[in-house]
T-cell receptor
Framework: QKEVEQNSGPLSVPEGAIASLNCTYS??????FFWYRQYSGKSPELIMF????GDKEDGRFTAQLNKASQYVSLLIRDSQPSDSATYLC?????????????FGSGTKLNVKP | DVKVTQSSRYLVKRTGEKVFLECVQD?????MFWYRQDPGLGLRLIYF???????EKGDIPEGYSVSREKKERFSLILESASTNQTSMYLC???????????????FGPGTRLTVL
C-alpha cells in the first residue's frame, strides 16, 4: 500500500469551473499535509499546507483535511488554463530526529478555455 | 526567497560511469533531500540528511550514495550508472522539525539524467 494515493487523472474542467483534487494517506501519524503544483518539465512548487482538520483558504485555493477519514483535498475555484499542471499531495511523518515526506504520484489537471 | 540550485539540468552518461549530482541551498536549511521522479511512481526518496555528515537512507537507496561535507551542499553519487537510473532527480531542502516555521520542502529545478 502506498503512503499517499492520488487519482492520476487527467481531470478535465472548463475554464471558470471548480476543480476538485483528492488524496488519501495511510499513516495516521502524519502531521502536515501539502499540495504542490508541478508544470511539465519543472520542479514542484508549494501551493498550500494544512495541519488541522477543516478548511484552509488562500485566494482561489482551498485545502480540506479530514484526519478521521485520512483524506485531503484541494479545491481550485475559477479555474484558469494556467492552472493546468500536475498536482502532488504530500504528507509529513515525524520521527525522532527528522521528518519524512511522502508524495503521491500526482493528478494531472487540464483546464479547457 | 529560498534558492535551491542543481549543477545540471540535463545530463547524459554511459552505463558504468560514476555520476555526481550536486545540490546547493542558500537558506541555511538543516535538512536536505534527494528524490527521483518517474512517471506513475511519483517522487521517491533516495537519501536525506538532517545535518552535516549525517545521512539517512530513504526508500530506494540501492545504487546510490550521498555526501554532505558542508551544510549548504548535498551530493548524490551514482557509483556505477545503470539504465534503470534514467530519471528526473530532484533535490530539496527544509528547516528541521524542531523549528516552529513551516517545515516546507523547497525544490531545486531538477536534473534529467539519461544513462545509455
Amino acid at each position: 500500500q502506498k503512503e499517499v494515493e492520488q487519482n492520476s487523472g487527467p481531470l478535465s474542467v472548463p475554464e471558470g469551473a471548480i476543480a476538485s483534487l483528492n488524496c488519501t494517506y495511510s499513516d495516521r501519524g502524519s502531521q502536515s499535509f501539502f499540495w504542490y503544483r508541478q508544470y511539465s518539465g519543472k520542479s514542484p512548487e508549494l501551493i498550500m499546507f494544512i495541519y488541522s482538520n477543516g478548511d484552509k483558504e488562500d485566494g482561489r485555493f482551498t485545502a480540506q483535511l479530514n484526519k478521521a477519514s485520512q483524506y485531503v483535498s484541494l479545491l481550485i475555484r475559477d479555474s484558469q488554463p494556467s492552472d493546468s499542471a500536475t498536482y502532488l499531495c504530500a504528507v509529513r511523518q515525524p520521527t525522532d530526529n527528522f521528518n519524512k515526506f511522502y508524495f503521491g504520484s500526482g493528478t494531472k489537471l487540464n483546464v479547457k478555455p | 526567497d529560498v534558492k535551491v540550485t542543481q549543477s545540471s539540468r540535463y545530463l547524459v552518461k554511459r552505463t558504468g560511469e560514476k555520476v555526481f549530482l550536486e545540490c546547493v541551498q542558500d537558506m541555511d536549511h538543516e535538512n536536505m533531500f534527494w528524490y527521483r521522479q518517474d512517471p506513475g511512481l511519483g517522487l521517491r526518496l533516495i537519501y536525506f540528511s538532517y545535518d552535516v555528515k549525517m545521512k539517512e537512507k530513504g526508500d530506494i537507496p540501492e545504487g546510490y550514495s550521498v555526501s554532505r561535507e558542508k551544510k549548504e551542499r548535498f551530493s548524490l553519487i551514482l557509483e556505477s550508472a545503470s539504465t534503470n537510473q534514467t530519471s528526473m532527480y530532484l533535490c530539496a531542502s527544509s528547516l528541521p522539525q524542531w523549528r516552529e516555521e513551516v517545515d516546507t520542502q523547497y525544490f531545486g529545478p531538477g536534473t534529467r539524467l539519461t544513462v545509455l
